[in-house]
């Protein structure tokens, strides 16, 4: 009844597909905020929604070639760091995350404004921006690619050779930046801003300094994604993204220059094998779960990963590479 | 000219001058490093720090005490950036150092450190150290990427082996600082502090929650700082402590310096006894068979009571 091969094959694809890729980048930024510097961003996913639209409408609206789109994407990222960081980076840890977090949905609730469909797309969503990228794929579009018995779509492999480009030049950067005496006072900043301080550092300035590079993976996760699409929609960019992306962080091990990535292709693994496994599982005349209903798996995969989750956080808060004696979340 | 200056006198032998300055709050010191002038701060109606004037003597372990509560830690606070004052200015070797953030303090020569010890517990001891070295062209952002910073790191690293082998620190280099003991911390932030090739060493109780085995050896370092130019001043409330190892010793009491002198003359006097042990020590306790007070005794208590009360009925806090 349980069929074992397509479970697989969808797990891995979901593992290396474009929303690994778009969750591992979120995380990576989330990495620099969190796992390094102790920044409590949560509104990672408006980040991600500057980047998006300010390719978005650099393109469409002001008529901008792409490759200067993305660069407006990407400076969108910096100005909303910039933004959110001179009022709140004087104050305690928690006034960021409120203060992150209503700005995402304010960033959300403004894209979606029915005021705004002329510049935005409004609910309606934003498309044609990304043609020329297409027009680059070296694959035919309508055609199915296979890899060990994992299938991809033409049009999503490109993409997908982008996101995976992306996300390991951004590795590169982390590994070089958090290897350095730069990467050295971010983790001092983490442990004790009070210490480092006086010891003659402006944590300020590093803080923004973190706060501008992760909100920029941010932004390049959203580019990155809205060119796999070919369509924003204002809703995607909504709270609980954020915390898929930092559930992924945890999973993988946050302070970890491999941790987001690893995290976010098992937080994708996981919630594609067990909706896979729970379609198999709940379809047919003689189901073999038969207390739930199919309609209901596509919440319930949500729960099992919370519980997932939790497990996790007790047996192993390092998450899957971090070290045990340097654990950023001690729950005790 | 410059040989009829006491100042030059002071500087080339400070050991010989502490018997010459008058014991009393806010003396004038011969080659005063920080000299501070009317700071005051306070916290809602209580006035934590409000001193006149004083002076740190260059090159001299100057010991600041006071009971509990006095503001020396928030006069520490204020003199490093931490906390901004109500009123006041103070400098170090001339140049103005109020108004300047924690760091801008700590980058002209004067390093604190903390009374609940600031180890960063989960960096290596080693990585304690090379963070504290100055002017590092790999912590700037695109210095990291950019510039080669690795010399420049293995220069540091070999300063911060040597100051860990003075401060017996040497075998632990690689172990995560939160693994330290708490007088290691302690010593940790003194050799972490030296990193910075600081002027004024401000030592916030360096022997509060210290193995009394490692007191001595802690005191010897105190002492070290000294001989190699330093200022320190430090914090206690132990007075034992401080008789042994200052060449001066300022006493706090509610905000306000007190008394100042050499530490052996300074037990003897009045005004610090009764900061440390209240105004009627010396009184004899009356009571009656019952054990309730009589007399002058009866007379004391109430007075005690009273105040006791007024001070819950401010909201201040008993145990402070």
Redo the contacts between chains.
């Keep these: 009844m349980i069929d074992v091969p397509t479970l697989l094959a969808n797990g891995i694809a979901a593992l290396a597909g474009p929303s690994a890729i778009f969750f591992a980048l979120l995380a990576i930024g989330l990495n620099i905020h969190f796992g390094y510097t102790g920044l409590l961003n949560f509104g990672q996913i408006g980040f991600a929604l500057v980047g998006g639209y300010g390719m978005g409408i650099a393109v469409r609206y002001f008529g901008l070639p792409l490759w200067s789109g993305v660069l407006v994407g990407i400076l969108a990222g910096v100005a909303l760091a910039l933004l959110l960081g001179i009022p709140t980076l004087r104050l305690r840890a928690d006034y960021l995350a409120i203060v992150t977090i209503a700005a995402a949905e304010i960033l959300r609730l403004i894209t979606r404004s029915t005021s705004m469909t002329n510049f935005s797309g409004g609910t309606q969503g934003l498309t044609g921006y990304g043609g020329s990228f297409r027009q680059l794929s070296p694959f035919d579009d309508g055609r199915f690619y296979e890899f060990f018995g994992v299938r991809f779509l033409g049009q999503d492999l490109w993409s997908i050779c982008l996101g995976w480009t992306v996300v390991g030049l951004s590795l590169i ?1 982390v590994f ?2 958090v290897r ?6 971010l ?2 900043i ?3 801003e ?10 300020f300035v590093y803080k923004m ?1 973190a706060l501008v ?1 992760g909100g920029v993976f941010g932004a390049v996760g959203g580019i990155v994604f809205a060119l796999t699409t070919q369509s924003l929609t204002p809703d995607f960019y909504s709270p609980p993204q954020t915390f898929f992306a930092y559930t992924a962080l945890i999973v993988g091990g946050a302070g970890r220059v491999f941790g987001p990535v690893i995290g976010s292709m098992i937080f994708w693994f996981v919630l594609s094998i067990t909706d896979t496994f729970l379609r198999q599982a709940t379809a047919g005349r003689n189901p073999l779960i038969s207390f739930i209903d199919s309609q209901d798996v596509g919440a319930i995969r949500f729960v099992l990963v919370g519980v997932a989750l939790a497990l996790l956080m007790m047996f192993r808060p390092q998450g899957i590479v971090g070290k045990r ?2 654990v ?1 979340l001690d729950a005790r | 000219m410059r040989d009829e200056d006491p100042r030059a006198v002071a500087a080339t032998d400070p050991a010989m001058v502490p018997g010459e300055v008058a014991a009393q709050p806010g003396a004038r010191k011969p080659d005063p490093v920080l000299v501070i002038d009317s700071i005051t701060r306070s916290f809602g109606g209580l006035r934590a720090v409000d001193v006149a004037h004083l002076e740190f003597q260059r090159g001299w372990i100057t010991g600041l005490i006071g009971p509990n509560g006095a503001g020396k830690t928030t006069l520490f606070n204020l003199l490093t950036g931490f906390d901004r004052p109500n009123t006041g200015h103070w400098t170090f070797d001339g140049m103005p150092l109020s108004r300047l953030a924690p760091h801008q303090v700590a980058r002209r020569g004067v390093v604190r450190t903390f009374q609940l010890t600031k180890a960063l517990a989960k960096l290596t001891v080693l990585d304690n150290m090379r963070l504290a070295a100055p002017k590092q062209t790999g912590e700037r952002l695109f210095g990291a990427l950019l510039s080669t910073w690795g010399q420049q790191e293995r220069a540091n690293t070999h300063q911060a082996m040597e100051l860990l082998t003075r401060f017996q620190l040497d075998t632990r280099a690689d172990d995560l600082a939160g693994s330290l003991s708490g007088g290691q911390r302690k010593l940790l932030e003194m050799a972490r502090a030296l990193m910075m090739d600081p002027r004024v060493v401000m030592l916030d109780e360096p022997m509060a929650g210290v193995n009394p085995a490692l007191t001595e050896s802690l005191l010897q370092h105190v002492k070290a700082l000294r001989d190699d130019g330093l200022t320190v001043v430090f914090v206690e409330h132990d007075m034992d402590v401080i008789r042994h190892i200052s060449d001066w010793v300022v006493v706090m009491a509610q905000g306000r310096v007190i008394a100042e002198g050499r530490p052996e003359v300074l037990s003897s006097n009045k005004a610090v006894v009764d900061a440390y042990l209240g105004a009627h020590h010396d009184q004899a306790l009356e009571f009656d068979a019952e054990g309730n007070p009589v007399g002058q005794t009866a007379v004391l208590v109430a007075e005690i009571e009273s105040e006791l009360e007024a001070a819950i009925e401010h909201g201040q806090d008993l145990s402070a």
């Excluded at chain 1, 301080?197 to 944590?203: E, T």
């Design positions: 950067l070089l930046l350095s005496p730069w990467g050295r006072v983790k001092a983490r442990e004790d009070d210490a480092v301080k006086a010891l003659g550092k402006n944590v300094q590079l004696s340097e950023l």
